[in-house]
Every structure is written in C-alpha cells, then in structure tokens.
C-alpha cells in the first residue's frame, strides 16, 4: 500500500514539472526609458542583446526632444547672464498632457533655476486672502524660469464647474486677471500661457489606462471621474476664459495634445522660437506645427464657427 502511494505521489511530481515546462512564460510588459531607443540603435548585435522592435516614429520623436532639450540649456545658460525671468503657465482639462511636458522641459535643466510650482488646494486661512496672493511668492526672479501646473486659472474653469467659487468670484476674477497679468508684463516678466486641448474620446480612453497603470494611478482624483459628466461646462468655461483674458500682452497659446508626442515637442518649439539667446540654432528648426499650435484668437474663432454642432469642439 505504501509503496503504491509513494509511486502515485512521483507520478504526480512528475506530470506537475511536465506542465510547469510546457506551460510558456509569461509575457512582462516593457516600456522603454524615454531616449533609449535613440540611443541604442546603432548598438552591434551581442549574444547577451535582446532585439526590440520600436517604430521610426519613436526614434524620430527621441532625436527632436534630445536636440530641443538642448536647447533649453543653451537658453538657461542665457538666463543667467542676462537676469531673464519667465514665466509659463500649464492649462487644459484633466489629463490633457501637461505634467508630461513640463517633465521634458526641465529634465535636463539646473533645478536651482527651473522651479515647476504644482499649489495644493488652499488653506483656510489662503481661502481668505486675495485671490491672487498665494501665487505671488513662486513668481520668478532673476534668471529663474517657473513653470506652473495648474495656476490662478483654476478659478476660470475648476472651480467653477466644480463648485468651489460663487458666480461672483468667477466674473471678477475675468475682469482682474487681465490687470493682473499686464502688471507682470509691464515688470519685465516673459509670460506664456499653454492650453493643452485634448478630445474627449482621448481623455476617456487616458483615464481608463490610469486605472490599469500602476505607474499613473497616482493621477486619478475625485475631479477626473467629474470630467467627461461635465465636458460641456468645461467647454463653455474655456470659451469665458480665452474671451476674457486673450490678451495682446498675454496671449493664450493652444496645443492640440491627442499625440502627447507631438504635442510635447511643438510645446517646446513655440516657447524657444520666442525668445532669444545665445547660440541659438536657426529659427526655422523650431517653427511648430501649425495644426498642433493653435494662437487663442483662432481658438475663439473656432469654437464660436461650432458652437451649434458640440461634436467639433475640441476640449
């Protein structure tokens, strides 16, 4: 009996190693280093070397972003002569692409002269003070470039929608923020402001994949499952905003942002076409996509041409 239960139990040791062997691994997901591909491509064949297929499209999109972020140094380097201040302002919906650009822009830049300001909601004491008042201590100084992931426009789109401003705050705040910014101006401060807009369907689509994404999970909020329920207020808040504070001394720029790729790299294009510095390469290599870069005024122009047919309006 024991002899028989011992064979029986080998067998089955057995049959389980035979399985494990021809059961095929699991396939792990892999996602590049941003610049690796670039990088590697030239790399002669090694038996320890893994082929990987990545699209000429991903290898185009590396060489442009390392060539720009070049760039960017060159134009840091400049600011520290000169004493430059600029400031650039992130908007646009929800997962529109922002954090992504801004990543790229300071990724290769001195940290103690490139500041991304990203403000919690207020306090309650800030809720008390004016409106402007917490934004005015991350403004830059000399040789600084500030770059702000969300900013004072919160109070042109979020909280209205959202609920987190009375009527009366949200028009005040379009009449003063004109003012506020022409101040800035007036004092020597370079000020760009991008409005990232994303279609609906992609926003959709980038939050389910942030659900699935360990890597993005920390980006979804309570607002974000509020975004598409709410998509025509944003619009019709976007349209308030861009009406009321396009202006010629700050002038809204629009980036079409569904290919976050190229999004990122005509981003970078609009801002260093306009500003001059030292070794600077020829302007023709940073004109940006007309289809991607959108100035406000055309923006205005095209949601007012469909305001009557939703569908074509972008977000």
């Excluded at 609906?200 to 689509?205: D, F, H, N, T, V």
Aim: contains cysteine; positive net charge; charged residues 35%.
């Amino acid at each position: 009996m024991e002899e028989d239960s011992k064979k029986k139990r080998e067998g089955e040791e057995q049959q389980e190693k035979k399985e494990k062997k021809e059961k095929p691994a699991k396939a792990t997901e892999v996602r590049l280093y941003e610049g690796t591909a670039a990088r590697f491509q030239k790399e002669k064949k090694k038996s320890q070397n893994t082929a990987i297929w990545v699209p000429k499209e991903t290898l185009s999109y590396e060489a442009e972003l390392k060539k720009l972020q070049v760039e960017l140094t060159k134009l840091q380097q400049d600011m520290k002569k000169k004493g430059t201040r600029i400031l650039t302002i992130f908007e646009g919906r929800d997962a529109a692409g922002k954090g992504g650009t801004i990543s790229r822009i300071t990724a290769f830049l001195n940290p103690r002269n490139a500041r991304v300001v990203a403000l919690p909601a207020p306090s309650d004491t800030e809720v008390t003070q004016w409106y402007f008042q917490r934004y005015v201590p991350h403004l830059p100084a000399a040789s600084e470039l500030v770059l702000f992931d969300r900013s004072w426009y919160n109070r042109a789109m979020v909280e209205p929608v959202m609920g987190f401003c009375t009527d009366e705050q949200h028009k005040r705040f379009l009449e003063d923020v004109p003012l506020f910014e022409e101040m800035l101006v007036k004092d020597g401060i370079k000020l760009f402001k991008f409005y990232f807009s994303v279609s609906r369907k992609e926003q959709a689509r980038r939050f389910e994949a942030r659900k699935t994404d360990v890597l993005k999970q920390y980006k979804l909020s309570p607002v974000d499952n509020l975004a598409q329920k709410y998509w025509d207020q944003y619009t019709v808040k976007k349209f308030e905003m861009l009406n009321e504070s396009n202006r010629a001394m700050s002038p809204w720029t629009v980036i079409r942002s569904d290919n976050k790729k190229k999004a990122r790299i005509n981003c970078i294009k609009f801002l260093l076409s306009q500003l001059d510095y030292d070794k600077k390469i020829d302007n023709a290599e940073l004109m940006p996509d007309p289809n991607i870069v959108i100035s406000g005024g055309d923006e205005i122009k095209n949601m007012e041409k469909n305001f009557l047919n939703p569908k074509r309006l972008r977000g």
